[in-house]
Every structure is written in C-alpha cells, then in structure tokens.
C-alpha cells in the first residue's frame, strides 16, 4: 500500500536502477492480483514483501490447477530452504490424499541448487510424464481429462516408475549449463545524515473528543516544541478533525519543535516525565528522523 509500504517500494526502486537491462514496473496489490490472475503470463518476476508473496504464490499455483503443484526455495547469502509453497497440510495428514508435486518440486530447485541438474531433469521429466499419463489427485483430477484417480502413496510409485522417461505432449525440460544463484555479498550503504524532527507519543484515552485530548496533551507543551496534530487509526483528528471519524481510544499525539528551535532525546525524557505528572498513559513513543534532509516517517492524513 502507497504508505506501509512505501520503504519497501523505493528500495525496489534503488535497486532496480542498478540493473537498467530489467524492465520495472509497480503494481498495488489488489490491481497487481487482478492482473496475476488475469493475464498470468504477463509477469516474469514479481518481487513482493512476504505476506503478499505468500499469498500471490497461491494465487499463482491456484491458476495452473492447484496450490499443491508448486515448490518454493528461499535462497540466502550463506544458506536456502526448500518447501511446498503451501507448506504443511495438517488437515491431509495420514489421510493419503495430499498432492506431493509442490514437495517434490521444491526438491528439484534444491537439487538444481546444490548442482545435482541431471538429478533434477531426470525426476522433474518423470513428474511431467506422471501428469501427462492423467495419474493425478483428488486436487487437481478432472473427469474426461484424468485416467486414474490416485493418492499421496500411488502418484509417488507413479513419479518413481517414469524415472528415465520423458513427456511427449508436455515440454521436457533441459537444466543443462544451468547453474546455482549465487547473490552478491551486501555492502552497507554510507550512512546518511540523521537529524531528530520531533517525537510521537502514542496515548491510551478512553474519551472520545480529541479537543479535550488535545487540551490535556497540551498542558506538557516544552520550551521550543508543541503538540501539533493528533491522529486516531491513521486519520488526523485535531486541529480541524471531522466529528463522524470514529476513534479507538488509542491516539497518536505528534509533537514538533516550533519554528527555529530543535527537539533533543533530553527534551523527549521530559515530555515523558511531564506526561505521567500529569497522568497521561504513553504506552509508547516514535522519535521522528529524516535522513540527508529528507523524512522518514509517516505523515498524518492531508499533511
């Protein structure tokens, strides 16, 4: 989303100027969804944060039949771990019903990886045969398309009877001169300048008119810094809040340094300790940076 995942994205965009040859484009979720399921091949790569990854991975595996057909590998610097996309299936378990392809697919990125690429073909080509044979589970099995209905136990003999066979209407695949990633080692960045702009204290009020909060906080102001905006659930509430916007009782309170002063962690100590003289609940706070003069923290709605 254009705000929580605002980091995410310009770091995409660092790094994608790094490799010029790559053609790059964002897409937000919802729309980029739409479009997986659309139009599936329009996509090589998609490079996601985890829980949209795990999700769009599904989504992804859902269009070719099943969830089940896919394998995973995350791969890192010094180690990688393969898997089924899906993980485990406690609900399939000791029943004999599980599709064992996203398993066994994950074992061929792991075989591929670990330079094992005639291993690989071999049983990535059985497996194919396998599905071209119509030997498939209850998941993905299809009556006038399948041949033979079978469980976790039957398509793995089937898997393993086709070793050393090929596919003939399905393409066979080749991991010839192919080779492991390999990801280059992560240099730290010069560091930016970093300058404190002001603080958040996130305050637990059971009241429900933020001018009352408002006046309260404001009761803490310091010498040089003053309360200057209020947000519940993301959405500014004071100054100049709207009286229909609901509100928990979990209020953000920003305060930022009047014009030509600066705030210190010394001044945020004694914010702190005027707050709990006067019985306000902080229940915790944000320091506000930027970084080589630019912000790095949330603004409140229509700042």
């Known amino acids: 989303m254009k705000q929580t ?10 790094i ?45 595996a859902q269009i070719t039949g099943s969830v089940g057909l896919a394998g995973s ?24 019903l599980a599709n064992p392809s996203g398993l066994l697919q994950g074992a061929i990125l792991m075989l591929n990886h670990i330079g094992q690429t005639e291993v690989a073909e071999k049983v990535q080509n059985a497996w194919l045969k396998t599905i071209e044979d ?8 299809k009556e006038g398309v399948s ?33 492991s990633l390999n990801l280059p080692k992560y240099v730290r960045k010069p560091q930016k300048a970093k300058e ?14 933020p001018n009352e909060l408002a006046e309260k906080v404001q009761s803490i102001n310091l010498p040089g810094g003053e309360l200057t905006m209020i947000t519940n659930r993301g959405i500014k509430v004071w100054p100049d809040g709207f009286p229909e916007t609901f509100c928990t009782d979990h209020w953000r309170c920003r305060f930022k ?16 300790n005027a707050a709990e003289e006067k019985q ?16 790095a923290y949330s603004l409140g709605q229509g700042q």
Request: some cysteine.
């Open 16 to 60: 994608a100027k790094e490799y010029p040859e790559i053609e790059n484009e964002h897409w937000i979720i919802d729309i980029g969804a739409a479009k997986l399921a659309d139009t599936p091949e329009a996509f090589d790569v998609i490079v996601m944060p985890n829980l949209y990854g795990d999700v769009l991975s599904d989504v992804a």
């Open 280 to 295: 306000i609940d902080v229940v915790k706070t944000e320091n506000l940076y930027s970084f080589d003069g630019v912000a």
């Open 73 to 96: 590998a995350n791969i890192g610097e010094e180690c990688a771990m393969f898997e089924a996309i899906h993980g485990s299936a406690p609900r399939r378990a000791g029943q004999n």
């Open 196 to 209: 404190l702009l002001g603080v958040d204290l996130f305050v637990h009020w059971n009241g429900a008119n």
């Open 257 to 272: 340094p009047t014009s030509g002063a600066s705030i210190t962690k010394q001044d945020i100590i004694k914010l702190l």
């Open 5 to 14: 995942d605002g980091l995410f994205h310009q770091v995409f965009d660092e």
């Open 147 to 179: 041949t033979q209905k079978v469980g976790t136990k039957e398509f793995a003999e089937a898997v393993i009877a086709n070793l050393g066979q090929k596919p003939s209407k399905l393409k066979e695949v080749s991991y010839a001169g192919s080779s």
């Open 134 to 141: 119509g030997v498939h589970t209850y998941d993905i099995y």
